[in-house]
């Protein structure tokens, strides 16, 4: 597998990534592929939504209360009827529908910046 373009470091600090919980989780029926759509909990930055394509290998039940990683500083994208906020982010599988989210080793405060 090839490695993508080599970037600066200063392309890399424009990527906002955080930590958050996930407060709630409803299926997403309007998604073209199976999908849930979450809310967030980012601390100091607020509630964010956003659509994840995770059913493979989480059930609503796993991911309530779940840390996680998410880029928060991507624009608004509209997905059929819903705005995500954030991307949340996950290693795919060597069947692309299995994504393992990124999280925490250990529980930290919502809002913190990766670095």
Partial sequence: MKTKPEISWQDFEKIDIR???IISVNDFEKARN?????????GDLGIKKSSA????LYSKEDLLGKQIL???NFPKKQIANFFSECLVMGIYGEDPKDI????????????LQVG
């Fill in 53 to 56: 394509q995770i059913t493979s």
């Fill in 70 to 72: 998410a880029v928060v």
């Fill in 19 to 21: 930590c958050g919980t």
């Fill in 100 to 111: 393992t989210l990124l999280n925490p080793s250990r529980p930290v405060k919502n809002g």
């Fill in 34 to 42: 199976p999908s849930y759509q979450l809310e967030i909990d980012f």
